[in-house]
């Protein structure tokens, strides 16, 4: 039987809010480092760098050095990463991903923000302190 045209998931025009990579988009470039389709120095700049840039943030934010604030990722190069719909953070009502089972050698296992560890050894740190909001406008 073929479900009715409405409000919600069913109907096409009404398209669930977000869009799914932008969580999945470590692993995604770590298998283009792997496929040797970008080197690690494209992967910063694409991922830290130009991000930071473009929000006009630099260099507060996409690098490190003496002043910047000191957010890392610090990720297990070894350790195979596969992305599965089950652990992504999805709306509820989303029940794919184009990306799901997708693997690649690398996997964060812990961030830091400012300083302090938000996850650590894959455990979130539930008492962490709230994030800083910073207004910014596209350069």
């Known amino acids: 039987k073929e479900a009715p045209l409405g409000n919600g998931p069913n109907d096409f025009r009404k398209p669930?809010?977000?869009?799914?990579?932008?969580?999945?988009?470590?692993?995604?470039?770590?298998?283009?480092?792997?496929?040797?389709?970008?080197?690690?120095h494209q992967f910063v700049k694409l991922l830290c760098e130009n991000p930071a840039k473009i929000f006009g943030c630099y260099p507060q934010k996409g690098c490190i050095s003496v002043g910047s604030d000191a957010d890392l990722t610090i990720f297990d190069p070894e350790k195979v990463s596969r992305l599965e719909i089950k652990d992504l953070h999805y709306p509820?009502?989303?029940?794919?991903?184009?990306?799901?089972?997708?693997?690649?050698?690398?996997?964060?296992?812990?961030?830091?923000?400012?300083?302090?560890?938000?996850?650590?050894d894959g455990i979130f740190n539930a008492n962490a302190t709230h994030g800083k909001f910073i207004r910014r406008e596209l350069k």
Do not use: C, D, P
């Open 16 to 40: 669930i809010s977000g869009v799914s990579g932008i969580e999945e988009r470590f692993t995604l470039m770590r298998w283009a480092i792997e496929h040797q389709k970008i080197t690690e």
């Open 92 to 120: 509820e009502e989303l029940e794919y991903s184009i990306y799901n089972e997708f693997e690649a050698k690398g996997k964060i296992v812990s961030t830091i923000r400012r300083g302090e560890f938000l996850v650590k």
